[in-house]
């Protein structure tokens, strides 16, 4: 049999001309990324105890993104600690509260089709939209990566999941996660990789794709990934990368059999994942009418650019509902530049959001934005899982930026759609 793209690409880390699901393999790491919530703080006393130093400075990349900016005394020395540990270990990749990991590391040409990258962070899978294997680690396995260069890995299995035709108005990436969730559950993909295809992934914008590789993680996923192709390629040029460094990468091209799973995306309508698991999803009707206390545009899920363009085309000439915070917390701050230079973030500010820093912040509990008991929130994040955006009473519903957007202006869970009549690339 053809070798999955997955497999094409764990081979080559390993030295092996081919390998086989279920195989364990020890694979060379091409990149390394960790951020401050499990990074130098859980992993630095353990080089320490082993004696060890980093294996290649020139392929370790640091981001600070939970405990920023610092709102207490111990969020603060997290974020010292992770400094003076980059500065100590000689990082030359390191980034400082510029935005959320998953979303910095593409914007800066770091993933490209063919690399085998280790992350520290479940969503680790966003990286694989850019045609590349990686996957998410634990501290222990961190260390050990930075130590050695190396890690251990069970060859995965790949799930097929093809989506022909084409997205409609109103809907996007998200709601096709969030139908996937649903349909499939929680741990659908569990120890295997989502490999996404079709028609309506090969129209999708790189910002898109991410969004699909980023919510795998929901299905169980080691990874998800896309083969790379003109879009990709298009992405990186944009992101700095030299023409004579960008390569097609491992598309696995001989490898289609037929999908596991099959969705069409012009049967699409706006989801809405009710609490307590993304895989609550369903069409919005289900949920109409659900009244929100807060509105939350944030997240490596929901918070990139063509997502804040996506709340700006609703909101555009109207007003957020009396009683109905509605927060913005732009993934980077290249993000929060490009906004305001084409006026995506004017028309935010005018339909009464507030902006908030870059950084994962109320969609993981941390900084402004968490909720109080008993209170609502409808959220472009991946997981509203109970307690996770504040106390254990609060709730939280999963949806597009278009339909928090609705949401926000109807201050109850609303359908994007009628809003969008008329507007312009809608």
Same mark, same amino acid.
Request: hydrophobic letters at 45%.
């Given at each position: 049999?053809?070798?999955?793209?997955?497999?094409?690409?764990?081979?080559?880390?390993? $030295?092996?001309?081919?390998?086989?699901?279920?195989?364990?393999?020890?694979?060379?790491?091409?990149?390394?990324?960790?951020?401050?919530?499990?990074?130098?703080?859980?992993?630095?006393?353990?080089?320490?105890?082993?004696?060890?130093?980093?294996?290649?400075?020139?392929?370790?990349?640091?981001?600070?993104?939970?405990?920023?900016?610092?709102?207490?005394?111990?969020? &603060?020395?997290?974020?010292?600690?992770?400094?003076?540990?980059?500065?100590? &270990?000689?990082?030359?990749?390191?980034?400082?509260?510029?935005?959320?990991?998953?979303?910095?590391?593409?914007?800066?040409?770091?993933?490209?089709?063919?690399?085998?990258?280790?992350?520290?962070?479940?969503?680790?899978?966003?990286?694989?939209?850019?045609?590349?294997?990686?996957?998410?680690?634990?501290?222990?396995?961190?260390?050990?990566?930075?130590?050695?260069?190396?890690?251990?890995?069970?060859?995965?299995?790949?799930?097929?999941?093809?989506?022909?035709?084409?997205?409609?108005?109103?809907?996007?990436?998200?709601?096709?996660?969030?139908?996937?969730?649903?349909?499939?559950?929680?741990?659908?993909?569990?120890?295997?990789?989502?490999?996404?295809?079709?028609?309506?992934?090969?129209?999708?914008?790189?910002?898109?794709?991410?969004?699909?590789?980023?919510?795998?993680?929901?299905?169980?996923?080691?990874?998800?990934?896309?083969?790379?192709?003109?879009?990709?390629?298009?992405?990186?040029?944009?992101?700095?990368?030299?023409?004579?460094?960008?390569?097609? $990468?491992?598309?696995?091209?001989?490898?289609?059999?037929?999908?596991?799973?099959?969705?069409?995306?012009?049967?699409?309508?706006?989801?809405?994942?009710?609490?307590?698991?993304?895989?609550?999803?369903?069409?919005?009707?289900?949920?109409?009418?659900?009244?929100?206390?807060?509105?939350?545009?944030?997240?490596?899920?929901?918070? /990139?650019?063509?997502?804040?363009?996506?709340?700006?085309?609703?909101?555009?000439?109207?007003?957020?509902?009396?009683?109905?915070?509605?927060?913005?917390?732009?993934?980077?701050?290249?993000?929060?530049?490009?906004?305001?230079?084409?006026?995506?973030?004017?028309?935010?500010?005018?339909?009464?959001? /507030?902006?908030?820093?870059?950084?994962?912040?109320?969609?993981?509990?941390?900084?402004?934005?968490?909720?109080?008991?008993?209170?609502?929130?409808?959220?472009?994040?991946?997981?509203?899982? /109970?307690?996770?955006?504040?106390?254990?009473?609060?709730?939280?519903?999963?949806?597009?930026?278009?339909?928090? &957007?609705?949401?926000?202006?109807?201050?109850?869970?609303?359908?994007?759609?009628?809003?969008?009549?008329?507007?312009?690339?809608?």
């Amino acid at each position: 049999m053809t070798a999955t793209l997955a497999e094409q690409i764990i081979a080559r880390a390993a $030295g092996r001309d081919r390998v086989a699901p279920g195989e364990i393999v020890t694979c060379r790491v091409d990149l390394a990324m960790m951020h401050d919530s499990g990074g130098p703080r859980r992993i630095a006393p353990i080089l320490e105890d082993l004696g060890c130093t980093v294996w290649d400075r020139d392929k370790v990349v640091v981001v600070t993104d939970h405990f920023v900016p610092a709102v207490d005394a111990e969020s &603060a020395a997290i974020g010292k600690l992770t400094r003076d540990w980059v500065a100590g &270990a000689g990082i030359k990749r390191f980034h400082d509260m510029e935005g959320i990991c998953h979303v910095v590391l593409p914007e800066y040409g770091l993933l490209r089709p063919g690399m085998f990258v280790a992350g520290g962070d479940s969503h680790s899978t966003t990286g694989g939209a850019f045609g590349c294997f990686m996957f998410g680690v634990g501290a222990t396995d961190m260390a050990a990566i930075l130590a050695t260069g190396e890690t251990w890995i069970r060859v995965p299995g790949t799930m097929r999941i093809e989506w022909s035709g084409r997205v409609g108005s109103g809907v996007c990436a998200k709601d096709m996660m969030l139908l996937a969730c649903g349909r499939l559950g929680m741990g659908a993909a569990r120890n295997r990789v989502v490999e996404f295809t079709g028609p309506a992934v090969r129209t999708l914008a790189m910002d898109e794709r991410m969004t699909l590789c980023n919510m795998a993680a929901e299905l169980g996923a080691m990874s998800g990934m896309i083969a790379a192709d003109e879009i990709t390629a298009q992405a990186l040029r944009d992101a700095g990368v030299a023409a004579d460094e960008i390569r097609a $990468g491992d598309d696995g091209s001989g490898a289609r059999p037929a999908p596991d799973v099959s969705f069409d995306a012009g049967d699409l309508v706006p989801q809405v994942a009710a609490p307590h698991s993304p895989a609550n999803a369903g069409d919005v009707a289900g949920h109409a009418g659900t009244a929100v206390n807060q509105a939350y545009i944030g997240a490596c899920t929901g918070a /990139k650019l063509d997502d804040l363009r996506m709340a700006a085309r609703v909101l555009e000439g109207r007003r957020v509902a009396p009683g109905v915070r509605l927060l913005v917390a732009p993934a980077s701050t290249r993000i929060t530049a490009a906004a305001a230079a084409d006026g995506i973030l004017a028309i935010l500010s005018e339909a009464g959001a /507030k902006l908030l820093p870059s950084g994962c912040g109320a969609c993981a509990g941390f900084g402004a934005g968490v909720l109080a008991d008993g209170e609502t929130c409808i959220a472009t994040t991946a997981r509203n899982f /109970k307690g996770r955006m504040g106390a254990p009473g609060s709730r939280v519903y999963l949806a597009s930026p278009y339909t928090v &957007a609705a949401s926000a202006v109807a201050g109850v869970i609303a359908d994007p759609r009628p809003m969008l009549e008329g507007a312009a690339d809608a």
